[in-house]
T-cell receptor, first 110, second 112 residues
Framework: GENVEQHPSTLSVQEGDSAVIKCTYSDSASNYFPWYKQELGKRPQLIIDIRSNVGEKKDQRIAVTLNKTAKHFSLHITETQPEDSAVYFC?????????FGQGTILTVHP | EPEVTQTPSHQVTQMGQEVILRCVPISNHLYFYWYRQILGQKVEFLVSFYNNEISEKSEIFDDQFSVERPDGSNFTLKIRSTKLEDSAMYFCASLGNTGELFFGEGSRLTVL
């Protein structure tokens, strides 16, 4: 089955800095790679996703890159704000069956 | 905007008791899922459901678990005899046309 590794487990940045979270996956059949933001006690909230036929996608301050050959994908958040502080999960899979990474606790200090 | 709804939001039960968690997926979605998240851990796939039957299940989804869609609206997860380690947040989800998963707000299960 699919295996997703996510790093780092914690990330602390100053407001305005960039944050990068990286994930690797194992199953070449996976074709959907979403990123979720989760606040304590809440559901995962989709912030951006990318499909295997695309190498990069950007939405305002958030971007995701995918390297299918190396089986890794990354989340980039620019100009971080304190409200970006949360747990971020990457996931990989297809047809709604997702394998999640272990999560990254992002703390943005004002 | 349509949403996946789940009830109850929180259930406390004694070990060995049966629990049913309910979900109403988005009305025109065809694929439904249950995921769980133990406190402080990652979200884990349990089961997928399509055309009134299980299409895939994980190793976690053992004989103590079952799912059904009894009335064409509710999608339920039943745990027959709860264990302490079943304590978790259970998320229902349905699959949109673009491949995005729409998660419900979750049902927190506490087994004492």
């Amino acid at each position: 089955g699919e295996n997703v590794e996510q790093h780092p487990s914690t990330l602390s940045v100053q407001e305005g800095d960039s944050a990068v979270i990286k994930c690797t996956y194992s199953d070449s059949a996976s074709n959907y790679f979403p990123w979720y933001k989760q606040e304590l006690g809440k559901r995962p909230q989709l912030i951006i996703d990318i499909r295997s036929n695309v190498g990069e996608k950007k939405d305002q301050r958030i971007a995701v890159t995918l390297n299918k050959t190396a089986k890794h994908f990354s989340l980039h958040i620019t100009e971080t704000q304190p409200e970006d502080s949360a747990v971020y999960f990457c996931a990989a899979g297809k047809y709604g069956k997702l394998t999640f990474g272990q999560g990254t606790i992002l703390t943005v200090h004002p | 905007e349509p949403e996946v709804t789940q009830t109850p939001s929180h259930q406390v039960t004694q070990m060995g008791q049966e629990v049913i968690l309910r979900c109403v997926p988005i009305s025109n979605h065809l694929y439904f899922y249950w995921y769980r998240q133990i406190l402080g851990q990652k979200v884990e796939f349990l089961v997928s459901f399509y055309n009134n039957e299980i299409s895939e299940k994980s190793e976690i989804f053992d004989d103590q678990f079952s799912v059904e869609r009894p009335d064409g609206s509710n999608f339920t997860l039943k745990i027959r005899s709860t264990k302490l380690e079943d304590s978790a947040m259970y998320f229902c989800a349905s699959l949109g046309n673009t491949g995005e998963l729409f998660f419900g707000e979750g049902s927190r299960l506490t087994v004492l």
